[in-house]
């Protein structure tokens, strides 16, 4: 089986959470950013942590994670370490949290 594409985007992923379908959501911005705006269903691991904390996400290594930062760039990083990991169904959400307000919550501030 091939690894899925690298992107989703945050219609997908939002269909996901409504269906209640299993899979993580990762932020990996810093804790000051979490703070200001975030998606209640993610689960934080600083990027700079992931290293350290990768066995956290050993329950998830066969299931579908989604990485996702403020606009994309960090979380794309993080989603090609865990897939030399070997976390197979690793994926980047387009455009981060700022898409997501953008797309799905404008209610959600934007920085």
Known sequence: MSAPPIEIDCKT???KLDAN?????LDCRN????????IAQARLIPMNEIPQRVGELD???QAEIVVHCHHGGRSLKVTHWLRQQGFENVRNLTGGI????????PSLPRY
């Open 98 to 105: 700022d898409q997501w307000a953008i797309d799905i919550d």
């Open 21 to 25: 379908e299993p899979f993580l959501l």
């Open 31 to 38: 804790p000051d950013e979490h703070k200001l705006v975030n």
């Open 59 to 61: 329950a998830f290594r």
């Open 13 to 15: 992923v939002k269909a």
